[in-house]
């Protein structure tokens, strides 16, 4: 059987990505190369279990120029999900923000550009910068662009050489921003993997501040599907913002954990805040739904966590090789 397309992803070693590669196999005949760097971030375990007659794993970095045309060169679509994703690291070491976020999202355009291929590119809705906590307004479409963090300013800047691409090169793009993941695979040094397997090593969870920030969770299996759904019939040039109306502040997040785990709901220690911390992100996801008809399929945020806890109970192994080295980084910076 000829493959329906050859699909370029770029970070799929990653928490997303991954997921998103077990999706496109699932439910698309679409091959599959992965191109990953395997940074701290990246693990090709990840990817274990896919067939190997669908599903390939190039080691590279994306701000490679020449390996980048080589490849974007053999490939239908290039959907780029490779970044460095994490605010707090951003914040020690901006530098590999700026190359992989910036140069490899220029490398990759330029070579799309090249080879007149589809492109389909992955962002946040840090973008946005931050709402205030009783701010009716969430953030569409056309909120303008106002990142707070050296992480988020990089993530807009890469957006808006797409914008910038298709405008004056009519590369073949389109964008998405998407609200904090949550789900398997997810490093521990992010927010949930971090409480969860804190408190499966008889630590406990870590809150910043005061714990009022919001964020607008969603399932990442619920993100990956849009991303497919926008890929297949999404409008060239457009942005589409996704989200499953799911708000809740970090307190809240780290008593229902603990609830879920057993423990009690005060047994957490507050930690130092994290500098120009964002108050809220909130997604209006009208459009996508509106016009390409995507749902949420994990609505209810308390048994995706609950499954989310289990996940890490059971795979042990795969988390625990990083979870030390990320802890002794937190402790450095009192966190
Ligand atoms: P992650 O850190 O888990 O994975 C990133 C992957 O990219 C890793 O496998 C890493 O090895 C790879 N990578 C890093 N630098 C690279 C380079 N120079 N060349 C090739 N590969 C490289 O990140 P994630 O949470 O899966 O995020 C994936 C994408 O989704 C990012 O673009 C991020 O900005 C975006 N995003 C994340 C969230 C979230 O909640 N995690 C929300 C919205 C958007
Ligand atoms: O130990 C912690 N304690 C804590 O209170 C950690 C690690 C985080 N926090 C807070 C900071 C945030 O308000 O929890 C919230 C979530 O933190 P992160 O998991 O670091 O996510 P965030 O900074 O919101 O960014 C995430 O969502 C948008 C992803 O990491 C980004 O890649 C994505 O773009």
Not at 104 to 115: D, H
Not at 180 to 190: A, D, L, M, S, T
Not at 304 to 328: C, F, H, S, V
Request: aromatic share 8%; hydrophobic share 35%.
């Amino acid at each position: 059987d000829e493959p329906m397309s050859r699909m370029l992803v770029t970070g799929g070693a990653g928490f997303i990505g991954s997921n998103f590669v077990r999706h496109v196999v699932e439910h698309t005949d679409d091959e599959v190369t992965v191109l990953d760097k395997l940074t701290y971030a990246g693990d090709p375990r990840t990817l274990e279990g896919l067939p190997q007659s669908r599903v390939h794993l190039v080691q590279g970095d994306v701000a490679d120029a020449g390996l980048v045309d080589g490849l974007v060169a053999g490939h239908d679509v290039v959907v780029h999900f490779a970044a460095e994703s994490h605010n707090d690291n951003s914040l020690r070491d901006p530098s590999p923000f700026v190359r992989t976020n910036l140069i490899g999202t220029y490398e990759l355009l330029e070579a799309v550009r090249r080879y007149e291929k589809r492109y389909h590119h992955i962002s946040t809705d840090e973008v946005y910068g931050d709402l205030e906590l009783d701010d009716p307004a969430r953030f569409t479409e056309s909120t303008p662009y106002n990142p707070s963090s050296p992480y988020s300013s990089t993530k807009a800047g890469s957006d808006l050489l797409v914008r910038a691409w298709v405008r004056s090169f009519g590369v073949q793009a389109t964008l998405s921003n998407c609200s904090n993941n949550y789900g398997p695979f997810q490093h521990v040094e992010k927010f949930i993997p971090r409480q969860i397997t804190n408190v499966l090593d008889g630590d406990r969870p870590k809150l910043y501040g005061a714990g009022q920030n919001v964020r607008d969770w969603i399932h990442v299996d619920d993100h990956n599907a849009a991303v497919l759904r926008i890929i297949e019939r999404g409008s060239i040039g457009e942005t589409y913002l996704i989200g499953a109306d799911g708000e809740q502040n970090n307190k809240d997040v780290v008593e229902l954990i603990l609830e879920l785990m057993g423990q009690p709901r005060d047994a957490y220690d507050h930690v130092n805040d994290r500098a120009g911390h964002d108050l809220r992100y909130a997604i209006d996801s009208t459009r996508l739904r509106t016009e390409l008809g995507w749902e949420p399929r994990f609505s209810d945020f308390c048994s995706g966590l609950a499954d989310t806890i289990e996940w890490y109970r059971a795979n042990e192994a795969w988390w625990r090789p990083q979870k030390a080295a990320t802890e002794a980084k937190y402790r450095a910076a009192g966190q």
